[in-house]
């Protein structure tokens, strides 16, 4: 019960957080998320100022341990009893692994089909890459929150994604691209653990200390979340103008990703909230399942993509995924605004 209280203050402060950022915008057209604007900024930035040579050597060591700071926050801030307390709900969790590791994966290759005649070979692999990636963890107990779903469910399924996915997502890679031309080393796997796992578990370890913190500055520390995305895109995209990307990048190509990135998420949130039904979930799980399964993590897929594409186009690899990033906040806001109209006043927050 009191794993749950906690869980519940938590999501709670989070959706304030995101009624502030996102709701407020979603009625103006043409007011975008602050974030999105910083990430805009970021790649203008690196187009006329590419990092190279030693600087940029710099900057991704920056960037790498920024993001180690980030997952060492996220496990100062996740309760054990939380998690061991939610897994009894195996059910839930199941569905949304499978909608996050096997539905999303299935409809990426699948997409193959659109190459070349609506994708490229490097956007056709970002497409691929993002469907392979963990959920969110912030945005998607957010989102449950606001529309009155089941928080406790949606912090264990998203933070267990987040972890499995560091290990899923590389073999995921392995599996699905080696005929793409995208060589994969084992190494990765572990670079890819000693940058997110090893810091997350060191946060769980030192939480009894520091959790409490961790809780009470949330609102600072949310600089880390961002600055450290802001430093993996201020080094992709280095390396992208490095690469000549924006070459291979036309105004109809992209506005054609644009397209699939809507046209995913709309199979996927489609899917998830009708299949739910059908397997008889309740409305509070079903929201669950519906923010959980289809939004995915850009803070683990941008660190992800710098150590499992090395000699790639890295630039035009996780362009996917920003845009999917910010459609997929767009929407679910929306959606999760719209499911909380919907609901009698009788249903407790």
């Known amino acids: 019960m009191i794993a749950e209280i906690t869980a519940i203050k938590f999501a709670n402060d989070m959706a304030g957080l995101y009624r ?36 940029l050597d710099t900057v991704a060591w920056a960037a790498k341990i920024a993001i180690g700071l980030l997952f060492f926050l996220y496990g100062a801030r996740l309760s054990t009893q939380e998690a061991i307390d939610g897994l009894r709900h195996w059910r839930l969790h199941l569905t949304i692994l499978a909608t996050t590791f096997v539905v999303f994966p299935l409809l990426g290759l699948a997409a193959k089909v659109l190459v070349p005649s609506v994708l490229s070979e490097p956007l056709y692999l970002g497409v691929l890459y993002l469907c392979l990636l963990p959920s969110t963890v912030q945005s998607a107990i957010a989102l449950v929150s606001v529309a009155r779903g089941n928080i406790p469910g949606a912090v264990v399924s998203s933070s267990a994604s987040s972890m499995i996915g ?58 880390v979340d961002r600055g450290s995305i802001l430093l993996v895109v201020y080094v992709a ?14 105004p109809g190509r992209l506005a054609a990703l644009v397209g699939v990135c809507v046209a995913l998420l709309a199979i996927v949130l489609t ?24 939004t995915k993590s850009l803070a683990t897929g941008l660190p992800m993509a710098t150590v499992l594409f090395p000699g790639q186009p890295i630039g035009l690899i996780v362009l996917p995924l920003m845009l999917f990033h910010q459609i997929q906040l767009l929407t679910c806001a929306a959606i999760a605004a719209r499911l909380a109209r919907r609901l009698p006043a009788a249903v407790p927050a």
């Open 237 to 250: 995209f280095s390396r992208g103008m490095n690469e000549d990307i924006w070459s291979m990048l036309s």
């Open 20 to 55: 502030r950022t996102m709701f407020s915008k979603i009625p103006l057209l043409g007011r975008l998320d602050p974030f999105l604007v910083a990430i805009l900024l970021t790649v203008a930035f690196a187009a006329i100022v590419p990092a190279d040579g030693v600087a």
């Open 271 to 294: 899917l998830a909230w009708y299949g739910s039904r059908r397997l008889g979930f309740s409305y509070e799980d079903r929201t669950a399942i519906l923010f959980c399964g289809s």
């Open 166 to 223: 560091i290990i899923v997502t590389p073999i995921l890679v392995a599996l699905t691209m080696s005929t793409q031309g995208v060589t994969f080393s084992g190494s990765a796997v572990l670079d890819i653990v000693l940058m997110l796992l090893v810091p997350f578990l060191a946060g769980q370890f030192l939480r009894r200390w520091i959790g409490g913190w961790v809780k009470e500055h949330g609102k600072p520390l949310k600089l």
